[in-house]
């Protein structure tokens, strides 16, 4: 009674904030603009799994072809006894995956009495070996790797049907986290079902293929991971790495506990071992080897668990948990803390400033190893930006898996150390949940910036006395959560002192804008033009391109005709696309990369006559060393120095005067460029803005 309760006023708070929230987008964006933003805001979820259906194994191999690269990345290691068909069905998918990766085919024939010997030979492109005598699994795959060429080593068994582009993504878990030393696929059966997302080792030396016999597509097997092992029906490691520990350990001949062995050993050296679910691999488990473990090879997966346990003992009772914990607590491997991210949607970091920051932070969170679940209030897949989050190393959560928020919180709410809910509208409603479901966990609230702040200023502007009343509105509920929550984050120290004047008490840290500093780009002479970035959904930078087409372009023009500015932004409607007619003005619409302008212009600006926080247009500049033309606003709070760093203009004759000046002053742009690439080390690094973030990760009490 008391949950359903619960998720009625939940449900009725959501209510009363999406109606407040539709109101203040019909002022500014009127009623096509609101339609369009709400059906992006609640797009239809995905829960579709990713499986295709495996190929059909054919007992031909006359059209089968594979790659024999001069210099293969990696050397894919398939042993085989007997199954001809099987491990033709297996080459051939590996022929048809369309892997972008340079690699060779290994075949090592442990003593086939069918056709194997006779037809593989043949096959264009591949690698045969044939043992003299049978080595069993362990001794096959040792063979197969002192014949690859490849920096790395696949070992694949001969009954899988890899899926597509299955080697690229499990290459790329080394690209991505430098410190993974094993990498495993997510292992599906051929009815869909999944096999196993990683592999847990308990405390007694017994494993358990985590999540068998479930959906692949659920969100909780769809993130990369750190685990304890990955079996080897797929698994990659580098080929100097494999050789230095020496294979395979025949200490497990003929085979079974060999992948799990190896695991540790991996460890032993500081590496991780890792899970990749974009790494998808179809396995008739059982095909080659039975499923029976008390009788023919099988037999060994018993006996090699005491040899493994009696080798590992020290290991296992120190850091994996017993059978009794359950799989759940025992997948956690390398938590450090236990922390759910809300935001209004997925980000989106090559769209805008807020959802840049919001991956900075979630990338901060993992880098001190903390276990991150992610849900957007839209509760929608959103394609390729989920699944970079998924990359990323993020449980995000989509619908139907994120039906019911109330009932997801009563099932999940009790792991959690810490909360972080972004945006008041996010947070407000699901605040009282939290303290009922998630006890334990400190709330912080993540303001991205203070929105009464700009709703003021825009209304101020605006001479609107309808949007006066709406910035009062938030300015209530923005300070109500300053008070209710643990800790609230703001993104400038300007924003910091105003709160300690209107809400005194309340804990408030600056966790701003993180920014790298991007590499060297050309300098002044190999640089021209103008550029001007924002999402055109933020009212702010719709008002500033139309300020600086209406009234500062001209004022350029009148004594640089040919200065061109370059507008980007998506999302722009079509008033906004229009300007890109006017003579002098390029309009791009959304760019997905951004390069090319960033080291092709000499000056960027931000003209911006309202808003709030600290501008990711101006920190986006400034780390590529680009000096940055600025109103007060848009540098407000970002210790830049008029003249030194930056320089600020408030008026249109102001405003064009500054830009011409930094356009045509070689001396004045380098040491503006200096200063921005200074401030950037300085105030928006990701050692310095995650400072408070460490610090309260350090407080929270020991998991």
């Given at each position: 009674?008391?949950?359903g309760?619960?998720?009625?006023?939940?449900?009725?708070?959501?209510?009363?904030s999406?109606?407040?929230?539709?109101?203040v987008?019909?002022?500014?964006?009127?009623?096509?603009g609101?339609?369009?933003?709400?059906?992006?805001?609640?797009?239809?979820p995905?829960g579709?799994?990713?499986?295709?259906?495996?190929?059909?194994?054919?007992?031909?191999g006359a059209a089968?072809?594979?790659?024999?690269?001069r210099?293969?990345?990696?050397?894919?290691i398939v042993?085989?006894?007997?199954?001809l068909h099987m491990?033709?069905?297996?080459?051939?998918?590996?022929?048809?995956?369309?892997?972008?990766?340079?690699f060779?085919?290994?075949?090592v024939?442990?003593?086939?009495?069918?056709?194997?010997?006779?037809?593989?030979?043949?096959?264009?492109?591949?690698?045969?070996?044939?043992?003299?005598?049978?080595?069993?699994?362990?001794g096959?795959?040792?063979?197969g790797?002192a014949k690859a060429?490849?920096?790395?080593?696949?070992?694949?068994?001969?009954?899988?049907?890899?899926?597509?582009?299955?080697?690229d993504?499990l290459?790329?878990?080394?690209s991505?986290?430098p410190?993974?030393?094993?990498?495993?696929?997510?292992?599906?059966?051929?009815d869909?079902r999944?096999?196993?997302?990683?592999?847990?080792?308990f405390?007694d030396?017994?494993?358990?293929?985590?999540?068998?016999?479930?959906?692949p597509?659920?969100?909780?097997?769809?993130?990369?991971?750190?685990?304890?092992?990955?079996?080897?029906?797929?698994?990659?490691i580098?080929?100097?790495?494999?050789?230095?520990?020496?294979?395979?350990?025949?200490h497990?001949?003929p085979?079974?506990?060999?992948?799990?062995?190896?695991?540790?050993?991996?460890?032993?050296q500081?590496?991780?071992?890792?899970?990749?679910?974009?790494?998808?691999?179809?396995?008739?488990?059982?095909?080659?080897?039975?499923?029976?473990?008390?009788?023919?090879?099988?037999?060994?997966?018993?006996?090699?668990?005491?040899k493994f346990?009696?080798?590992?003992?020290?290991?296992?009772?120190?850091e994996?948990?017993?059978?009794?914990?359950?799989?759940?607590?025992?997948?956690?491997?390398?938590?450090?803390r236990?922390?759910?991210?809300l935001?209004?949607?997925?980000?989106?970091?090559?769209?805008?400033?807020?959802?840049?920051r919001?991956?900075a932070?979630l990338?901060?969170?993992?880098?001190?190893?903390?276990s991150?679940v992610?849900?957007?209030?839209?509760r929608?897949?959103?394609?390729?930006?989920?699944?970079?989050?998924?990359?990323?190393?993020?449980?995000?959560?989509w619908h139907?898996?994120?039906?019911?928020?109330p009932?997801?919180?009563?099932?999940?709410?009790?792991?959690f150390?810490?909360?972080i809910?972004s945006?008041?509208?996010?947070?407000?409603p699901?605040?009282?949940?939290?303290?009922?479901q998630?006890?334990?966990a400190?709330?912080?609230?993540?303001?991205?910036?203070?929105?009464?702040?700009?709703?003021?200023r825009?209304?101020?502007?605006a001479?609107d006395?309808a949007?006066?009343?709406t910035?009062?509105?938030?300015?209530?509920?923005?300070l109500?959560?300053?008070?209710?929550?643990?800790?609230t984050?703001?993104?400038?120290?300007?924003?910091?002192?105003?709160?300690?004047s209107?809400?005194?008490?309340?804990?408030?840290?600056?966790?701003?804008?993180?920014h790298?500093?991007?590499?060297?780009?050309?300098?002044?002479a190999q640089r021209?033009?103008l550029?001007?970035?924002?999402?055109f959904r933020h009212?702010?930078?719709?008002?500033?391109?139309?300020w600086?087409?209406?009234?500062?372009?001209?004022?350029?023009?009148?004594r640089?005709?040919?200065?061109?500015?370059h507008?980007?932004?998506?999302?722009?409607?079509?008033?906004?696309?229009?300007?890109g007619?006017?003579?002098?003005?390029?309009?791009?619409?959304?760019?997905?990369?951004?390069?090319p302008?960033?080291?092709?212009?000499?000056?960027?600006?931000?003209?911006?006559?309202?808003?709030?926080?600290?501008k990711?247009?101006?920190?986006?500049?400034?780390?590529h060393?680009?000096?940055?033309v600025?109103?007060?606003?848009?540098?407000?709070?970002?210790?830049?120095?008029?003249?030194?760093?930056?320089?600020?203009?408030?008026?249109?004759d102001?405003?064009?005067?500054?830009?011409?000046?930094?356009?045509?002053?070689?001396?004045?742009?380098?040491?503006?460029?200096?200063?921005?690439?200074e401030?950037?080390?300085?105030?928006f690094?990701?050692?310095?803005?995650?400072?408070p973030l460490?610090r309260?990760?350090?407080?929270?009490?020991?998991?």
């Open positions: 009674m008391r949950s309760v619960q998720g009625l006023a939940f449900r009725l708070r959501q209510l009363r999406l109606a407040g929230r539709g109101l987008s019909l002022r500014v964006r009127g009623w096509a609101t339609w369009k933003r709400w059906r992006q805001r609640r797009a239809a995905s579709e799994t990713r499986l295709v259906p495996p190929r059909s194994p054919s007992a031909s089968l072809r594979l790659p024999r690269p210099s293969p990345r990696a050397s894919i042993p085989v006894y007997n199954q491990t033709l069905a297996c080459l051939r998918a590996l022929a048809d995956a369309g892997d972008a990766c340079a060779e085919v290994i075949v024939d442990d003593g086939s009495s069918d056709a194997t010997p006779e037809l593989l030979p043949s096959v264009p492109g591949l690698v045969f070996h044939r043992n003299r005598e049978n080595l069993g699994f362990i096959a795959c040792n063979a790797a060429r490849g920096e790395f080593l696949v070992f694949l068994n001969n009954d899988t049907t890899v899926q597509p582009g299955w080697l993504a290459l790329a878990t080394f991505r986290y410190d993974t030393g094993l990498a495993g696929s997510q292992l599906v059966y051929p869909g999944l096999q196993e997302a990683g592999g847990i080792i405390a030396g017994s494993c358990w293929n985590y999540g068998r016999f479930e959906d597509a659920h969100p909780r097997f769809n993130f990369v991971r750190e685990v304890d092992y990955c079996s080897g029906a797929s698994i990659a580098r080929r100097e790495l494999f050789e230095s520990l020496g294979g395979f350990d025949a497990y001949a085979a079974y506990y060999e992948d799990t062995d190896l695991a540790m050993r991996v460890r032993q500081g590496l991780k071992v890792r899970y990749q679910p974009a790494s998808v691999v179809v396995h008739h488990e059982g095909a080659t080897s039975g499923t029976d473990t008390g009788s023919g090879i099988k037999a060994y997966q018993v006996a090699n668990q005491a346990q009696e080798r590992w003992r020290d290991v296992l009772e120190r994996h948990r017993p059978p009794s914990d359950g799989a759940e607590l025992a997948s956690e491997r390398g938590r450090r236990r922390v759910l991210v935001d209004a949607c997925t980000p989106t970091p090559d769209r805008d400033s807020g959802s840049l919001m991956t932070l990338t901060l969170l993992r880098d001190q190893g903390c991150v992610f849900f957007p209030e839209n929608a897949h959103d394609g390729r930006y989920t699944q970079a989050l998924q990359q990323l190393g993020v449980e995000a959560w139907p898996w994120l039906a019911d928020v009932r997801w919180l009563a099932q999940h709410g009790e792991r150390d810490l909360v809910g945006r008041h509208y996010v947070l407000g699901v605040l009282p949940l939290l303290r009922a998630a006890p334990r400190r709330v912080v609230f993540d303001t991205v910036d203070l929105h009464f702040l700009r709703e003021q825009e209304a101020e502007l001479g006395a949007g006066l009343r910035a009062a509105r938030t300015r209530k509920a923005e109500a959560l300053v008070a209710q929550a643990d800790l984050w703001v993104v400038s120290e300007a924003e910091r002192v105003l709160l300690a209107q809400a005194p008490g309340a804990r408030v840290d600056v966790v701003s804008n993180i790298d500093i991007a590499e060297p780009g050309p300098g002044f021209e033009g550029l001007f970035v924002g999402g009212p702010p930078n719709v008002d500033a391109a139309r600086l087409a209406d009234e500062i372009m001209p004022r350029i023009h009148a640089h005709p040919g200065l061109e500015l507008l980007v932004g998506g999302d722009a409607a079509p008033d906004v696309q229009a300007l007619e006017r003579p002098g003005i390029h309009f791009h619409g959304y760019v997905p990369d951004l390069s302008l960033l080291h092709g212009v000499r000056v960027s600006v931000a003209p911006l006559r309202y808003g709030a926080g600290v990711g247009k101006v920190n986006q500049a400034l780390a060393g680009i000096p940055v600025a109103t007060t606003c848009a540098v407000e709070g970002m210790h830049l120095v008029d003249g030194q760093d930056v320089l600020v203009a408030d008026d249109a102001g405003f064009a005067e500054a830009v011409l000046r930094l356009h045509d002053d070689a001396a004045l742009w380098t040491r503006l460029s200096e200063g921005g690439l401030n950037t080390r300085r105030h690094s990701p050692e310095v803005v995650g400072a460490r309260l990760l350090d407080e929270l009490p020991a998991p």
